[in-house]
């Protein structure tokens, strides 16, 4: 299970990102899942149940705590570890499995950089958002802002969001590196800022997010 990155967050907190290279079996040896967490698993397709293992895995590697919290779902679909007051959220993309945790809400999310992203961009970049993005790099752009606004979407956590209309991402420029921009989600009464980060790993695009 090579870990890719693993770093942490402000105020307190920490994300990380690992290739899976385990089958299920590994995991179900490892894991002692609780009557719910079995459950939930036996409703997923393969791909998904591997998925599923892995980021549950993961998660309770970063706890550092011997004894594994259930983790479970809310009536929004929203993950939660039973008897824990931090916040997570996790991601999924190839083989790729990431998860952050922290003591406020927060939503992580990892993409392949893809081509496709420039046809399906009209669905999620406002146009105001459109003036910062320069002609070169469009697509890492795209994907910055597609992974932000997916981040706030999963901190948020309530659905029902739509990503040009409720949420707004603020000017950048991409940083392979890794760099941190600002958005926020208004919709009807609710109105909470984001502090956002983004890097670029082995052509994967990180984005996390934690409420301001």
């Not at 899976?20 to 791909?47: G, I």
Request: with cysteine.
């Amino acid at each position: 299970m090579p870990l890719i990155v693993h770093s942490n967050i402000l105020p307190q907190g920490q994300y990380a990102i690992w290739q899976t290279r385990e089958t299920d079996d590994f995991f179900l040896s490892v894991l002692d899942l609780y009557p719910q967490e079995s459950y939930e698993l036996q409703m997923l397709k393969s791909k998904k149940k591997s998925e599923w293992l892995s980021s549950r895995y993961l998660l309770h590697q970063l706890s550092g705590r011997t004894l594994r919290g259930a983790c479970l779902k809310d009536p929004y679909g929203k993950p939660y570890l039973q008897g824990s007051d931090h916040f997570i959220s996790v991601s999924h993309t190839l083989d790729f499995t990431a998860v952050i945790a922290g003591p406020i809400p927060v939503g992580i999310d990892i993409q392949c950089v893809v081509e496709k992203i420039q046809r399906i961009s009209p669905k999620f970049v406002r146009e105001d958002e459109l003036l910062f993005i320069p002609e070169m790099n469009r697509i890492l752009f795209f994907h910055a802002i597609w992974g932000a606004k997916e981040s706030m979407y999963k901190a948020y956590g309530k659905k029902e969001l739509d990503f040009k209309n409720h949420m707004k991402i603020s000017p950048f420029v991409f940083d392979p590196q890794g760099f941190y921009f600002d958005g926020e989600i208004k919709k009807n009464d609710f109105f909470r800022k984001y502090r956002l980060f983004c890097s670029l790993t082995s052509n994967i695009i990180l984005v996390y997010a934690t409420e301001q």
